[in-house]
């Protein structure tokens, strides 16, 4: 039977089909050989230069090493040879022993790799108190003890897990007595086992006793509890003579006599921050019989209420910027102590923030509060810029018919007496206010004018910044075309919506 002519048609068709394929199959064989030939540029680039691309590329701040080496590495063999004999690519140690399961072996393989170049550690430690997670713990710490004198910043987080990390976790362990490159030292979240803390381990005056470089150091509690920590721990790490070259001190105090001995040996300190710590326990560890003079200290945050211990104690001619809580500082009990302490230390002040002023007229002591503010700034003669951050209203108050205010009310009655009150302000920021209120703004309005008649041209304001949590652009419109009369650019932000309303004259800088 003679084929079918269609079948013959195609086996045909399928020859010539499978000759072409093999023809292309040929010519793309060769299209990759050539291309394989051809050198790859960053391939033709010399290590060394391949290798500082590499370091450029790493976020030394805020970067996660891991995920970058992994990235580079996985890209060629050339490319994960040059990383791996490139020891700076090696020197930012981050270890979480929360998420990675051998947490030492990778720390050992990272040391090992970073040859003996200075190290920045950041070490992120479970707060869970169980004896495996403490075992862990201690032998990061070990290792990382066995090269300290290669640390250059340490960065070490308990997080919060269930409980605090305690004491235990850094006990009995051979702390060196010097750390010759060690410039940055932050630990948040350790915390003591017992009420009180207990005594230094060995030598009383400290376990690390020089690091010459040391700029920066801050000791927290974790920001999910307030356990005793701080300062206290001070004399289990660092011995006062360690302190001697400190520019930046953050802590939260819980002996505020130990603190001050520490403060004695720091003579260069520029920054010191206070967070955390409890104003009753410290009025009870209190002991107003030691002055402690800090001549470089420009910048003074102080977020507790602890500002009764400050004025007592510090003395700082070169201070020019000072956070502070409101209540200790501006009180009943230490009016005198305060205009001491500003005689002493606020000859230089440019920049004051008060954190936590009263709302309500209804707090037991508003007016007394009130009153200390507007005396505070009779005071302050060279600052320049002032942030007044309220605090927020009692649950009990009701915002709309309660709340009152009433600086600015205080500070016009004090002008039309003759007092001078900042007299060289430029900038004023209010922060916090709970609604946009038409009677602040009137006693604010009066006392600007007031200011306008008393010092004619010479008036200094130049801007008034508000952030409202609730905010209507209109019902405050005339008294704020009144302010801007004065020459004073005004912007007004609703803290919820981030809406933010510039004057007109002001339209020039809104882009920047």
């Not at 070169?318 to 302490?341: E, H, I, M, P």
């Not at 905010?471 to 919506?497: P, R």
Request: charged content about 20%; proline content about 7%.
């Amino acid at each position: 039977m003679p084929p079918h002519p269609r079948g013959t048609f195609i086996r045909c068709r399928l020859a010539e089909l499978a000759a072409q394929t093999s023809d292309l199959e040929a010519e793309r064989a060769a299209l990759t050989a050539e291309l394989d030939a051809l050198p790859f540029p960053v391939l033709a680039l010399p290590a060394e230069i391949i290798s500082a691309i590499f370091y450029e590329s790493l976020d030394l701040v805020a970067g996660h090493p891991v995920r970058v080496l992994l990235a580079i590495c996985s890209v060629c063999r050339a490319w994960r040879a040059v990383a791996h004999a490139t020891p700076a690519l090696w020197t930012l140690v981050k270890i979480d022993s929360v998420w990675h399961r051998r947490p030492v072996t990778l720390l050992k393989f990272w040391l090992a790799k970073s040859k003996e170049l200075p190290l920045d550690i950041g070490l992120r430690l479970s707060r869970r108190n169980d004896p495996e997670n403490l075992r862990v713990s201690r032998n990061v710490l070990k290792t990382l003890l066995m090269v300290a004198h290669r640390w250059r910043t340490v960065d070490v987080c308990c997080v919060h897990k269930g409980g605090p990390l305690t004491l235990p976790v850094i006990e009995n362990l051979c702390w060196p007595a010097q750390l010759p490159l060690l410039e940055i030292f932050t630990l948040t979240g350790l915390t003591f086992p017992q009420s009180e803390p207990p005594n230094p381990i060995g030598d009383a005056t400290g376990l690390v006793s020089q690091a010459p470089h040391l700029r920066h150091l801050e000791i927290t509690p974790s920001p999910f509890q307030t356990p005793v920590g701080g300062p206290v721990l001070l004399p289990w790490l660092f011995a006062p003579s360690a302190l001697s070259q400190l520019t930046e001190f953050c802590m939260a105090p819980s002996s505020w006599g130990d603190l001050l001995d520490f403060l004695s040996c720091t003579p260069a300190l520029e920054t010191l921050s206070i967070y955390g710590g409890s104003c009753d326990r410290l009025y009870k560890r209190h002991q107003p019989t030691v002055l402690v003079t800090l001549p470089c200290l420009t910048t003074l945050h102080c977020v507790q209420n602890i500002g009764h211990v400050i004025v007592d104690n510090l003395t700082l001619p070169a201070l020019r910027k000072w956070v502070t809580n409101v209540a200790g500082v501006v009180d009943k009990r230490n009016t005198g102590r305060l205009a001491n302490f500003l005689a002493r230390s606020a000859g230089q002040l440019e920049i004051l923030t008060l954190l936590n002023v009263p709302l309500d007229s209804g707090a037991d002591d508003g007016v007394v509060r009130s009153d200390g503010i507007t005396q505070l700034f009779t005071l302050l003669p060279t600052v320049k810029e002032l942030k007044l951050s309220y605090a927020a209203l009692r649950p009990d108050v009701d915002a709309f018919s309660h709340y009152s205010p009433f600086e600015f009310e205080n500070m016009g009655r004090r002008e039309m007496a003759g007092d001078t009150l900042l007299p060289l302000l430029e900038t004023l920021h209010l922060e916090g206010l709970p609604r946009d209120d038409q009677w602040y703004l009137d006693t604010l309005a009066i006392w600007l004018r007031i200011r306008a008649k008393r010092y004619g041209g010479a008036m200094t304001i130049k801007s008034v910044e508000f952030s409202w949590r609730e905010f209507t652009e209109q019902a405050l419109s005339d008294d704020l075309a009144e302010i801007e009369t004065h020459g004073i650019k005004v912007k007004v932000q609703n803290s919820k919506l981030g809406f933010a309303r510039y004057t007109t004259s002001e339209q020039d800088t809104k882009g920047e």
